[in-house]
């Protein structure tokens, strides 16, 4: 792709960022699988969750489990990213995704089944959080949030497949049915393990550890000239500058510009998440039994529900860049919190009736819901992560907002089967929600456009930037400059 009117990707870059986005597939269809699963009747009769009294339980802990695998897991990656490389973390987090769905198929009681989806969550995580990190390192600031929004749209993709796949096995009869879909899991990490090796490391960790000749070798193949040139003089004087600075959790926590972005940071992925939407993906046929459908019909809306998912992650590649980060993402959970409201009043009225008009508007407002997330929230949060942490500490701030993702996953789907019979699960997510999507909304900074070397201005660390190299790279940064005043002006009231 030529460079006009601005620096831009070329199509090699494209294609890495596509063929990286297998690991984000294979963590959708991983984290979505399990709601088809627990439709399976032959899943159900196998594990005697049909009869045994403490069926509710063991589901609830097959859910948790796979969250708290992810919690733990996904604190590893920094390790594997910092010492090994970008690429070395999502091959270990690859790997332990293959063998855990395998074993999972394989499983011959609850318990062992139980286990394995605690190391299966754990490399879904694991991807989740390596992938996007790559992603943000390797793509130019013009094109960041598209191209790390394929990361998005790439594990939407997952969960659509996991939800016909699981669709297409119920309508076998044989007992091992409910097998084959689990095995699926490994085929994308499969096929990212097969694409790995040829695949560019991140040039700003081969910067980091002073592999000069490779770094610009692979932006030159990652970028058009001019923009692979320009990168180069701000990450090698970048990076000589990031060595030599402290790197580890507690630095994040004791020093007040790190502290922020880290809260920042767990402010987006826990507000998001906030938006109920796990719960509503993991108990999808739950739900729509509430509302009166039988088991295939159940399957069916969940199926499309998840296909429109996927419809509207695509969209979002095209909104990304085009709107500021913060208030993207605020007005998707406002947006989101709508949909519950006006989901909450059609269940209070007319759940046990028999108004069919009422009970297909309760549908439609589950589709209406995914439209706000998928656009505004999904793919763009994982641009938003990247870009708030220096290249030195961004595994490790990665790591931390995808733990909050855990975190919140573990109360919000332990508590799900209790609080769907008592309280009412809508009534969980709306207010918390709201006050999340208000405050990411007017008070969070926004990064979109901004290259990752210049973002340290925003929060005062002005000391840790390099000074500005030759004619382009002091064009670049007038470019950014009025934005980044005008953000840290703004975040003198931030979070």
């Not at 689990?182 to 991140?202: D, G, H, K, T």
């Not at 739900?287 to 969209?315: D, E, I, K, P």
């Not at 990411?440 to 070397?453: K, R």
């Not at 002005?462 to 000074?467: A, K, N, P, T």
Request: net charge negative; hydrophobic share 50%.
């Amino acid at each position: 792709m030529a460079s006009t009117g601005g620096r831009q990707f070329n199509w090699f870059n494209l294609l890495m960022v596509i063929c990286m986005s297998f690991g984000s597939m294979s963590y959708g269809y991983s984290a979505s699988i399990i709601a088809t699963t627990l439709a399976q009747p032959t899943f159900l009769k196998y594990f005697d969750l049909d009869t045994r009294p403490d069926a509710t339980s063991l589901i609830s802990t097959m859910n948790g489990l796979y969250q708290v695998g992810g919690f733990f897991g996904v604190f590893t990656v920094s390790y594997f990213a910092d010492r090994w490389g970008r690429r070395a973390a999502i091959g270990v987090s690859a790997l332990i995704t293959v063998l855990s769905g395998a074993l999972l198929a394989g499983s011959v009681n609850v318990a062992m089944f139980i286990v394995f989806r605690f190391f299966s969550g754990a490399g879904a995580f694991m991807i989740l959080s390596a992938v996007p990190i790559w992603m943000n390192e390797v793509t130019p600031p013009r094109n960041r949030g598209l191209l790390v929004d394929i990361h998005g749209a790439a594990l939407l993709f997952g969960y659509m497949v996991a939800a016909w796949v699981g669709f297409a096995f119920f309508h076998l009869q044989a007992a091992a049915a409910w097998r084959a879909p689990l095995a699926f899991q490994c085929l994308p990490a499969v096929c990212l393990l097969c694409f790995l090796p040829f695949m560019p490391e991140s040039p700003r960790f081969l910067l980091m550890h002073d592999r000069h000749e490779e770094a610009a070798a692979n932006l030159r193949r990652l970028h058009t000239s001019e923009e692979a040139e320009i990168e180069l003089q701000q990450i090698s004087a970048q990076m000589q500058i990031d060595r030599t600075l402290p790197s580890s959790y507690w630095v994040m926590l004791k020093k007040p510009s790190y502290r922020k972005r880290t809260l920042l940071c767990l402010g987006v992925t826990c507000g998001i998440q906030f938006s109920g939407i796990l719960v509503i993906n993991n108990y999808g046929p739950t739900l729509y039994a509430s509302l009166g459908y039988g088991t295939a019909q159940q399957l069916v809306l969940l199926g499309g529900w998840l296909t429109l998912a996927f419809g509207m992650g695509c969209a979002s590649l095209y909104v990304v860049d085009r709107f500021s980060r913060p208030k993207l993402m605020g007005f998707g959970i406002l947006g989101c919190m709508v949909c519950l409201i006006i989901e909450a009043a059609l269940v209070a009225q007319f759940v046990g009736t028999k108004n069919t008009t009422a009970l297909s508007a309760a549908v439609a407002m589950f589709y209406v819901y995914v439209i706000f997330y998928e656009v505004c929230l999904d793919g763009p949060q994982f641009a938003y992560l990247g870009e708030l942490f220096p290249t030195h500490i961004r595994a490790k701030g990665m790591n931390i907002g995808v733990a909050g993702i855990c975190l919140m996953n573990i109360i919000w789907l332990q508590a799900a089967p209790t609080a769907f019979q008592n309280i009412g699960w809508n009534l969980c997510f709306i207010i918390p929600g709201t006050i999340a999507g208000l405050g990411i909304f007017l008070y969070f900074p926004d990064t979109n456009g901004i290259p990752l070397e210049e973002v340290a201005a925003m929060f005062g660390d002005v000391d840790e930037l390099y000074s500005g190299f030759g004619d382009d790279v002091k064009a670049e940064t007038e470019i950014v400059e009025g934005k980044t005043a005008l953000a840290i002006e703004h975040n003198e009231t931030a979070v």
